[in-house]
């Protein structure tokens, strides 16, 4: 069983920055690809980000809408992914979830298996 807790979100004014961060509890933490979503009240889960497991060469990805102003990253010593914010927008205020899957990365939500509880990102205008 896979654990994910998020840290990091706020509120913040447009523009500014922020890092969430997603701990998981899993032996073999760098065997899973681990992604960011976001979802909106009455709206879809979307994607974020996802990063490959490192045994497939750590490689990112990011939806159009955040492309040049958030990154994704993994530390697998500390068993930690990270999503560096800038340039923040009032439309990126919603909930964040990290999530994992093992193997291949994939932006489809429904085959991540393992979900964190969410982190509130507010930016205000």
């Known amino acids: 069983q896979v654990q994910l807790v998020e840290s990091g979100g706020g509120l913040v004014q447009a523009g500014d920055s922020l890092r969430l961060s997603c701990a998981a509890s899993?032996?073999?933490?760098?065997?899973?690809?681990m992604g960011w979503f976001r979802q909106a009240p009455g709206k879809e889960r979307e994607f974020v980000a996802a990063?490959?497991?490192?045994?497939?060469?750590?490689?990112?990805y990011y939806a159009d809408s955040v492309k040049g102003r958030f990154t994704i990253s993994r530390d697998n010593a500390k068993k930690m992914v990270y999503l560096q914010m800038n340039s923040l927008k009032p439309e990126d205020t919603t909930i964040y979830y990290c999530?994992?899957?093992?193997?291949?990365?994939?932006?489809?939500?429904?085959?991540?298996?393992?979900w964190g509880q969410g982190t509130q990102v507010t930016v205000s205008s």
């Open positions: 999530a994992a899957k093992p193997g291949i990365y994939s932006s489809d939500y429904s085959l991540y298996d393992y």
């Open positions: 899993v032996l073999t933490f760098s065997s899973y690809a």
């Open positions: 990063i490959t497991s490192s045994w497939s060469g750590a490689y990112t």
